[in-house]
């Protein structure tokens, strides 16, 4: 069972930035498209950003174009989401996934392997 594990998360004020990491042990993520979620308290599971298996192409939310960043390293095993400009709205709870048929979406649904999902707080 491919397992994801996020990492950077935390607190930050508006207008900062943080750098959230995706990794998983054992697997090549390689083979995968990546995509970012976020869970507000209250609200349903949204798509944030994702990138193809090569990072070639890449989609983003309109609530996050021009702020946030996808990349990887598939040397490294690892996907990278840059946020920048925070408000405090980007506050969720921010979790990666994989997509076994390297599709470009941003449905939970079509996302096969989930990590745990890592805090983010935007405030003063």
């Known amino acids: 069972q491919l397992q994801l594990v996020e990492s950077g998360g935390g607190l930050v004020q508006p207008g900062g930035s943080l750098r959230l990491s995706c990794t998983a042990s054992g697997f090549t993520l390689g083979y995968y498209a990546i995509g970012w979620f976020r869970q507000a308290p209250g609200k349903e599971r949204e798509g944030v950003s994702c990138?193809?298996?090569?990072?070639?192409?890449?989609n983003y939310a309109d609530s996050v174009k021009g702020r946030f960043a996808i990349s990887r390293d598939n040397a490294k095993n690892t996907i990278w989401l840059q946020m920048n400009s925070l408000k405090p709205e980007d506050t969720a709870i921010y979790y990666c996934?994989?997509?076994?048929?390297?599709?470009?979406?941003?449905?939970?649904?079509?996302?096969?392997?989930w990590g745990q999902g890592i805090q983010v707080t935007v405030s003063s």
């Open positions: 996934a994989a997509d076994v048929h390297d599709k470009l979406v941003l449905f939970p649904d079509e996302y096969d392997f």
């Open positions: 990138i193809s298996s090569s990072g070639g192409s890449t």
